[in-house]
C-alpha cells in the first residue's frame, strides 16, 4: 500500500476540489463483466467505495463513449482489471484501450492483476506494467477490495 502513495495523494486532492466523484471508474474487459469485474464491483461497493460501472451506469439509448468519457471525468481514480481477457482486447485497440490512455496520463491508475502476472501485462502494456497495483495472486479479492476502499477513504 505505501507504493500507492501518489494515488492517495491524488485522490485526496481531487475529493478537497471535487467532492462529489465517484471514488473510482473500474475499467476492465468486456468479457469480464459478468464475471470478474461484477465480482470485484459488488465487493467495493459492500465496502462503501462509489464505483462508475459500465454494466450498471451505461443506462439503454445513451452513446457509451460519451457516458464513459463522463465517468472518466467523474471518478478519483481508476482501477483497471488486468486479466487475460483485458490482455488480449488492448491490442484490438476498443473501449478499455481507450479507457486506459485517459488513466494513464494522469496519477490515478491502479491495475488489479487478476489471473494472470505482471510479465504478461508487461508484454501487452508496459507503462500500465509500471505502475503500482494489487495482485490476486497475493491477496484475494475481498482483501483487494479492501484495500482499494482504505486507499480512497477521505
Known amino acids: 500500500m505505501q507504493s500507492l502513495t501518489p494515488i492517495r495523494e491524488t ?13 473510482v471508474f473500474l475499467c476492465h474487459a468486456w468479457d469480464d463483466r459478468q464475471g470478474v469485474a461484477k465480482e470485484l464491483r459488488d465487493l467495493l461497493v459492500a465496502a462503501g467505495v462509489k464505483v462508475w460501472f459500465s454494466e450498471s451506469d451505461l443506462a439503454l ?3 457509451m463513449m460519451r457516458a464513459i468519457d463522463k465517468g472518466l471525468a467523474n471518478s478519483r481514480i481508476g482501477l483497471v482489471l488486468v486479466t487475460p481477457a483485458l490482455l488480449a482486447s488492448l491490442p484490438r485497440e476498443g473501449v478499455a484501450d481507450k479507457e486506459l490512455a485517459v488513466l494513464l496520463m494522469r496519477n490515478q491508475l491502479v491495475p488489479i492483476v487478476h489471473n494472470t502476472t505482471y510479465g504478461a ?12 497495483g494489487l495482485s490476486t495472486a497475493e491477496d484475494s479479492m475481498a482483501v483487494v477490495a479492501a ?5 480512497i477513504a477521505v
Not at 485522490?11 to 471514488?23: I, N, S
Not at 484495500?147 to 486507499?151: N, R
Open 11 to 23: 485522490v485526496e486532492t481531487r475529493a478537497a476540489q471535487q467532492p462529489d466523484l465517484r471514488d
Open 61 to 63: 439509448g445513451v452513446p
Open 121 to 132: 501485462l508487461l508484454n501487452v502494456s508496459p507503462m500500465l506494467a509500471s505502475r503500482s
Open 147 to 151: 484495500k482499494i476502499a482504505e486507499l
